[in-house]
């Protein structure tokens, strides 16, 4: 059972962007990442908080992005 400190407001999710392309981000299936699709990038969530610092993040292959649901309000 997750820890309900260690969980992410979905309040908070919707103010957050990518800090490369500054475009909104997309909760991870499992809830451990935030996903930039126009970055191509995945910034880990760690006990709750998201870092959303390049050097954290992991690249996203193509078809990872593919099966991702793009973020609400997404122009």
Known sequence: MTDPRH???VKTLEMLVCPLTK???SLSED???LISIAGRLA????EGVP???LDEARSVEPDELKRLPHPSGAR
Not at 43 to 46: A, K, L, T
């Open 43 to 46: 910034f880990p969530i760690v």
């Open 51 to 53: 870092l959303l610092s």
């Open 31 to 33: 809830k451990k990442e």
């Open 23 to 25: 475009t909104r981000l």
């Open 7 to 9: 969980v992410v407001d």
